[in-house]
């Protein structure tokens, strides 16, 4: 939110302190100033390599050569119909400027002005913006001839001065503004460009920063009278009433009337404040209801009260609020035709609607250039309604901004009373007596119990009851002492004071923000530390993240939001928790398949690189009927591409494969501690290639799956040439398996290293043949590792041949040759017994 300095100093005194002073107070408060832009007041000037606290742009007018001057006659130039000369007093002696303005155009020839116009002159030697160049580009002022005329000063636009980037025409000043005062005291401003936060709606408004910079200097809130000097005609009770359907939607609307209006344009002073804080000036009456709003916080909407008067065929108005209905069409203020569903509210009266309640107002009802008479609305909204239908017809507005982050009913009246003021002053005309006020749904005051000892314990500072008190009064909570404690209420302007332990928090925030965080000492803790609690579950899935890390994998993370048509692709359900309100038609309900994230990561970044190896832990939701969903915690792998990169010295790189995958799950679990572990083909899995899938067990549990992706499941997405190898396992299971930690002494005696290869049919599998090595041997036998495979007509046919490394080794003497010898052969005569195995020659 943009706030002019100009605009805060009508409601605090701020000498003293300088813009940046004010920035750093706002800061500390919560209200972060992101920018400071120097419109006419000095710039800071900083000391090299002193630390600039806050970003800062603009420019500085020079007191010397920027002048408010008058225009006292408009000339033709004698060589160029589109330029004319103006006859300028600058204050000290009269000046023959040379402009293009096509603004005063009109005025060429006639003579000596009735009224001279009030300008910003810049003299020789300024330094402005250029008002032809893009953006904003520094220029000084030259002397020059164009067209055979001296040019050594001009009259300026707002671009020229930083103001706007308008440079189509000359800024005309207000009657009153004084010939001669620097233009630097008499508009020279600074707006600070605050981050209004959600705890911070009720301050998006000039009164709402000012009262807030006031209750930290310690400095008196100016409240200037929000009602109109004077009414007269009609009460507007006998010409208006008002009915609310649902006060949940809408607890508040007030409205009030001003008669025979003049529309122009505002005041400059107040066109210039509108357009530093970012809004357009368009006539004094739509001016009226912004800066009322930017100055008090509460939206106004101005309808055309002729128009609804015809509309009630000259009886009664009769305004009404009310939900729209699925399908009923609304043409608003922008000329958009908008198709309306039942969450939205309507402002109605009896012929249809009138405007998108707290968004933006119907075109039907407008004002326009011959307006005469105004009915002024200021209401109270539900913010989560206002939210959600300024999203769903993507309508930002400032009013939306404000009633999306709630805005108090207490502030309808006072809003309504102050653009009636304002509209009286800029547009003539007559306030009607009364307001017409429906108010089915007053909030509730928060009311909050606070200590001397809740501060002391919170916030670490010795206060009384007394200072505490003082404290909150700035920022206008009210507040009474009984039985050494304060009972603190909210004001009325505050939506954010919860009650219970939660209000006492709300209200120490608050005793904390008006004491100044930086005026709280820095303290040791007395308390005494909480102990100190793991997180096992997060723990097992961290360690594990970093030892699929260390094996070459890379991490994705994926919304749990998908579609059924995408997890289709890997597997179909019956049934997904659905998602009551989705963001989106493909993100409509949560995942039931982590491969189906994965694969879907893979998808998008397969023309990337030449090699993937990709995981993801995380939850899926199986759905109970009336019940909260079953998320057991998963693991999903998917790789593929090549083996190794190309590279100079790489030219033909086998292609990743189920073996690949195997390793690498076999280095996890043995990094989880996880023994007893087994491999068994499988078929169960549709999306998993037959006779290239596994079931991973350890003891007699399935922890996992994994194997290359079935072609035909492959064919759904565009995941190139290469195999697709993915891996799922079950988190929960594999985290209640008790980790084996085997510990042994280092042996003294040396091993005895021998290779055995054995014949055996093609049925036999090699972990058979491992494990009856292993019994036979016994202790004696510390390792056996497969090395070869060997297929060929000479060893039989139905026949293979796997050759074993085996280590002989005994932890109380040294084996010799006979030893080993009686080992093998006790293996072999084992293997030949049980599987029919031959040593092969």
Request: some cysteine.
């Amino acid at each position: 939110m943009k706030i002019p300095l100009s605009w805060l100093k009508d409601f605090i005194d701020l000498d003293g302190l300088s813009v940046e002073d004010i920035a750093r107070k706002l800061t500390l408060a919560g209200m972060e100033v992101d920018e400071i832009l120097y419109v006419g007041l000095p710039m800071p000037v900083y000391k090299e390599g002193e630390k600039h606290e806050f970003k800062t742009n603009g420019i500085g007018w020079d007191k010397e050569k920027l002048v408010v001057a008058e225009i006292r006659e408009v000339k033709a130039h004698p060589n160029a119909d589109k330029l004319t000369l103006l006859d300028l007093y600058d204050g000290q002696q009269e000046q023959v400027v040379l402009t293009g303005a096509p603004n005063i155009f009109h005025l060429k020839g006639i003579g000596k002005l009735e009224k001279p116009i009030k300008v910003a002159y810049a003299k020789e030697g300024t330094t402005l913006y250029d008002g032809h160049a893009e953006g904003q580009v520094l220029m000084t002022l030259k002397r020059a001839k164009i067209r055979g005329v001296d040019s050594y000063s001009m009259v300026c636009s707002e671009k020229e001065l930083g103001i706007t980037d308008e440079s189509d025409g000359i800024i005309i000043l207000d009657d009153d503004a004084p010939v001669g005062i620097p233009l630097a005291d008499y508009m020279g401003d600074a707006v600070l460009d605050i981050s209004i936060l959600p705890n911070m709606a009720r301050n998006a408004n000039v009164i709402g920063i000012a009262r807030e910079l006031a209750a930290m200097l310690g400095r008196e809130l100016k409240k200037g009278s929000g009602q109109p000097s004077a009414v007269s005609g009609q009460s507007v009770k006998e010409l208006v009433e008002i009915s609310i359907t649902d006060p949940e939607l809408n607890p508040r609307f007030v409205v009030g009337l001003i008669r025979n209006i003049e529309i122009k344009p505002s005041p400059y002073q107040i066109q210039r404040r509108l357009k530093l804080a970012g809004v357009r000036a368009i006539s004094n009456i739509v001016d009226a209801t912004n800066y009322a709003m930017i100055e008090y916080g509460e939206p106004l909407h101005a309808f055309d009260y002729d128009v609804l008067k015809q509309r009630a065929g000259n009886k009664k108005i009769k305004i009404s609020t009310r939900a729209a209905k699925d399908g009923e069409k609304l043409k608003t203020l922008d000329g958009n035709e908008r198709t309306l569903t039942a969450m939205n509210v309507l402002v109605c009266d009896e012929k249809g609607s009138l405007s998108l309640a707290g968004v933006m107002g119907g075109s039907e009802s407008e004002v326009t250039d011959s307006t005469k008479n105004i009915l002024l609305e200021g209401a109270a909204w539900n913010f989560i309604n206002i939210r959600r239908t300024a999203k769903q017809h993507n309508l930002p507005s400032e009013a939306s901004f404000r009633f999306s982050r709630g805005v108090h009913p207490a502030m309808a009246e006072g809003g309504v009373s102050l653009g009636l003021k304002y509209m009286a002053e800029w547009a003539g005309g007559a306030i009607a007596p009364d307001l017409v006020d429906a108010y089915p749904l007053p909030p509730k005051d928060a009311v909050v119990e606070i200590t001397v000892n809740d501060v002391k314990r919170w916030l670490g500072i010795d206060l009384t009851l007394e200072e505490i008190s003082n404290l909150l009064s700035r920022l206008e909570f009210k507040s009474t002492i009984t039985n050494n404690q304060l009972q603190v209420t909210s004001p009325n302007h505050r939506m954010d004071i919860g009650e219970g332990v939660v209000g006492v928090a709300d209200v120490l925030e608050e005793v904390a923000r008006s004491y100044g965080y930086d005026n709280i000492p820095t303290t040791t803790m007395a308390d005494a530390l909480p102990p100190q609690v793991g997180n096992p579950i997060h723990e097992w899935e961290e360690h594990l993240r970093d030892l699929l890390v260390a094996l070459g994998l890379q991490e994705v993370v994926s919304y749990r939001m998908t579609s059924p048509e995408k997890e289709d692709r890997i597997a179909k359900h019956d049934e997904y928790v659905r998602l009551a309100n989705p963001i989106a038609p493909e993100k409509s309900v949560l995942r039931r398949s982590l491969v189906a994230s994965v694969i879907d990561s893979l998808e998008k970044n397969i023309r990337y690189s030449e090699a993937f190896s990709f995981f993801e832990i995380g939850s899926v939701f199986v759905p109970h009927k009336n019940d909260l969903p079953d998320e057991p915690r998963k693991l999903a792998i998917a790789m593929t591409g090549l083996r190794e990169a190309t590279a100079w010295d790489v030219k033909d790189s086998a292609k990743l494969d189920f073996f690949d995958l195997k390793g690498r799950i076999e280095l996890m679990l043995s990094g989880l501690r996880l023994t007893n572990i087994s491999y068994t083909a499988t078929s169960a899995y549709s999306h998993l290639h037959p006779g290239k899938a596994a079931e991973v067990k350890a003891g007699d549990k399935v922890i996992g799956v994994f194997g290359e992706m079935h072609p035909l499941v492959k064919e759904q997405y565009e995941l190139g040439d290469s195999p697709v190898l993915v891996a799922e396992f079950d988190l929960d299971i594999m985290r209640a398996i008790a980790p084996t930690y085997g510990i042994k002494t280092i042996p003294e005696t040396p091993p005895m290293y021998e290779d055995i290869a054995l014949i055996v049919d093609e049925s036999v599998k090699a972990e058979t043949v491992e494990a009856l090595i292993k019994q036979t041997g016994g202790r004696s036998v510390t390792n056996v590792r497969l090395f070869d495979l060997y297929r060929d007509e000479k060893i039989g046919a139905g026949k293979k041949s796997l050759a074993y490394a085996l280590t002989y080794q005994a932890e109380d003497k040294t084996l010799t040759d006979a030893d080993a010898a009686a080992i093998r052969n006790k293996i072999v005569k084992r293997l030949e017994k049980e599987i029919g195995a031959k040593l092969r020659s």
